[in-house]
């Protein structure tokens, strides 16, 4: 067994999570539906690396996802902190025993109501006719159209909650609310105040504990997904814990995401605001980094205007832009998964499997030690026929922000992803084309590549019910794109489009400078320059000026490892 156990922090890694998890629990049920692709039922993707099995008090089997959500108190919704399996199990505050003798006068809050999507998942768990679907009658089959189209509305029009739309039961150890945090996020929108936040009471220990709890319960970890919402307080408790795991876990790589909303990325309206953020970026980025192998940015400022004209964003939604952004990391952890194939076995249906740990040395651990890489993402990712030999690099947009060109470098280093390729109409490309034509885009590139792997699955990304409406009228029911585009015509969902074929990259390369420099430069603006405006802030989040300093070493390192000729780097390290 190669387990991975998933950390996610914050209300937006959750929000990502929850599509993740959706996408997995679709797979499952496809492998088992008798009336599904049989490209679902080919059983090379070990689904054990995720989930866990176990069964409740009364002896019931549960397979749940190896998994800790950690987000701001209230940010559940309907859903309870001890899950829906093991019954609600009482919290801490309802065994107290009272003491107090005189009057006292309750209030209870109004119970957060379930949507029409959840109401609907409630009914379909107590429904005990045992009927297929597939015995139902033609008439049964139009009502349930109307019925996830209603559900489908219902989620299109009002998500407040990553559990909204959560079709996933949870284990009693996944689900933690920081108390003193807030559900609404301007209230938890710098380093300091995460800090301040994980300082109270037991939270670390608390979060600690369930860590420990699905670590030592496996027999050979492979390592840690880890997705930080890094935009705010979030961030310095998922630093809180990444140093726990580099104390306790030393050899567990951990692959770090952290990830941004588009809303997020609105300027504050004043000066001091403007240096909260500045400063929050470059701590966030530092600390994080000192305590992560591998590290992917992830949230651009518009989705709408940065990604395929195949797709339809809306930005100010969370439960569109993370549909995105959960697909690309599915994406990428497609090899963790895969069986490991012998030489003489026939590739037919997979290739390329890696665990996290070969990853993580593969861009990071090569010459240039560089830890910061970025995330492509070809959503439908094109056909791969003879007419379009050599376009999946074309197509491939990067989810990563403030990146720069990287077609002179000579020193990157790139892992692809690619399932369920189409190669003409809805037909299966072979796992032999996909890499004859990717090998073949990359030998024609001036500049080559440092080292490329690639991983190949035929199965493609499963669209699952409570997915939003974005794709356009040229995407078909398994992503292959159509003919014409219909004018006017409604974007689709999971009604219409039942797969997509993907393609996702993380590359390690030069690229990632503006990144980095921006961090680093504000960091000298703001926080070590002499007379510098957020010294007092800087001090008042906890950190003394030696920490700052090291802090700028540490970015000093990562431009250097990337352009020894770099005058800021340089000049930080006479």
């Given at each position: 067994m190669r387990e991975i156990v998933t950390i996610q922090v914050g209300d937006y890694a959750n929000y990502i999570g929850s599509h993740f998890w959706n996408f997995?629990?679709?797979?499952?049920?496809?492998?088992?539906?008798?009336?599904?692709?049989?490209?679902?039922?080919?059983?090379?993707?070990?689904?054990?690396?995720?989930?866990?099995?176990?069964?409740?008090?009364?002896?019931i089997f549960t397979y749940c996802p190896r998994m800790i959500?950690?987000?701001?108190?209230?940010?559940?919704?309907?859903?309870?902190?001890?899950?829906?399996?093991?019954?609600?199990?009482?919290?801490?505050?309802?065994?107290?025993?009272?003491?107090?003798?005189?009057?006292?006068?309750?209030?209870?809050?109004?119970?957060?109501?379930?949507?029409?999507?959840?109401?609907?998942?409630?009914?379909?768990?107590?429904?005990?006719?045992?009927?297929?679907?597939?015995?139902?009658?033609?008439?049964?089959?139009?009502?349930?159209?109307?019925?996830?189209?209603?559900?489908?509305?219902?989620?299109?029009?009002?998500?407040?909650?990553?559990?909204?739309?959560?079709?996933?039961?949870?284990?009693p150890k996944t689900l933690y609310e920081?108390?003193?945090?807030?559900?609404?996020?301007?209230?938890?929108?710098?380093?300091?105040?995460?800090?301040?936040?994980?300082?109270?009471?037991?939270?670390?220990?608390?979060?600690?504990?369930?860590?420990?709890?699905?670590?030592?319960?496996?027999?050979?970890?492979?390592?840690?997904?880890?997705?930080?919402?890094?935009?705010?307080?979030?961030?310095?408790?998922?630093?809180?814990?990444?140093?726990?795991?580099?104390?306790?876990?030393?050899?567990?790589?951990?692959?770090?995401?952290?990830?941004?909303?588009?809303?997020?990325?609105?300027?504050?309206?004043?000066?001091?605001?403007?240096?909260?953020?500045a400063l929050h970026d470059a701590v966030s980025f530092s600390k994080l980094a000192s305590f992560s192998k591998l590290m992917v940015?992830?949230?651009?400022?518009?989705?709408?205007?940065?990604?395929?004209?195949?797709?339809?964003?809306?930005?100010?939604?969370?439960?569109?832009?993370?549909?995105?952004?959960?697909?690309?990391?599915?994406?990428?952890?497609?090899?963790?998964?895969?069986e490991p194939l012998r030489p003489s076995t026939n590739s037919t249906y997979a290739s390329g499997a890696l665990e996290i740990g070969e990853i993580v040395h593969l861009l990071a651990g090569q010459a240039r030690q560089n830890p910061v890489t970025i995330l492509d993402l070809a959503m439908p990712a094109p056909s791969f026929t003879e007419n379009n030999r050599g376009a999946i690099l074309k197509y491939l947009n990067p989810l990563t922000p403030e990146i720069g060109e990287d077609d002179e470098d000579p020193y990157a280093v790139e892992s692809v992803t690619v399932h369920g390729a189409l190669h003409s109409g809805c037909n299966r490309a072979l796992i032999s084309q996909v890499k004859n034509s990717i090998c073949a885009e990359y030998e024609g590139r001036s500049i080559k590549l440092k080292f490329l792997h690639l991983s190949m699955f035929?199965?493609?990304?499963?669209?699952?019910?409570?997915?939003?409406?974005?794709?356009?009228?040229?995407?078909?029911?398994?992503?292959?794109?159509?003919?014409?585009?219909?004018?006017?015509?409604?974007p689709k969902g999971s009604l219409d489009v039942e797969s997509v074929p993907i393609a996702a990259r993380l590359r390690s390369s030069k690229a990632i400078l503006p990144f980095i420099e921006t961090r680093y430069m504000n960091l000298h603006k703001y926080g070590l320059a002499r007379g510098s405006r957020g010294d007092e802030l800087l001090r008042d989040w906890g950190f003394g000026r030696e920490e700052v300093e090291d802090m700028g070493e540490n970015m000093s390192r990562m431009l250097l490892a990337l352009d020894p000729l770099s005058e800021e780097a340089s000049s930080d390290s006479d």
């Open positions: 997995q629990d679709e797979l499952l049920g496809l492998a088992e539906d008798p009336g599904a692709d049989p490209v679902f039922k080919n059983g090379l993707l070990d689904m054990d690396v995720f989930y866990r099995a176990g069964e409740t008090q009364q002896g959500s950690i987000g701001s108190r209230g940010s559940l919704g309907s859903l309870s902190t001890s899950g829906t399996l093991y019954g609600n199990i009482p919290s801490a505050d309802s065994m107290a025993i009272a003491t107090w003798t005189g009057n006292a006068a309750r209030s209870v809050a109004e119970p957060y109501k379930k949507n029409l999507f959840l109401q609907s998942l409630s009914e379909e768990d107590h429904d005990d006719s045992g009927i297929p679907a597939s015995d139902s009658k033609e008439g049964d089959s139009s009502h349930r159209r109307e019925r996830d189209k209603d559900r489908i509305e219902c989620l299109e029009n009002g998500v407040n909650s990553w559990t909204d739309y959560s079709k996933v039961q949870y284990h920081l108390k003193g945090s807030w559900a609404d996020v301007n209230k938890f929108d710098d380093y300091g105040i995460g800090r301040d936040v994980i300082a109270e009471g037991s939270h670390a220990e608390e979060m600690n504990e369930r860590l420990r709890f699905f670590i030592e319960e496996c027999d050979h970890i492979q390592g840690i997904q880890f997705i930080v919402d890094d935009s705010g307080g979030f961030s310095s408790v998922a630093v809180e814990y990444l140093e726990n795991i580099a104390d306790e876990y030393a050899n567990t790589p951990v692959l770090l995401y952290n990830v941004r909303d588009p809303v997020s990325h609105a300027l504050p309206i004043n000066q001091r605001g403007l240096i909260t953020r940015p992830v949230g651009l400022p518009s989705l709408r205007s940065n990604l395929s004209p195949l797709l339809h964003v809306k930005d100010e939604k969370l439960f569109y832009s993370s549909a995105i952004y959960a697909a690309a990391i599915h994406s990428i952890s497609v090899p963790f998964r895969l035929l199965c493609p990304l499963p669209i699952p019910l409570p997915f939003p409406s974005i794709f356009t009228s040229r995407v078909g029911r398994h992503g292959e794109l159509l003919e014409h585009e219909f004018e006017g015509g409604e």
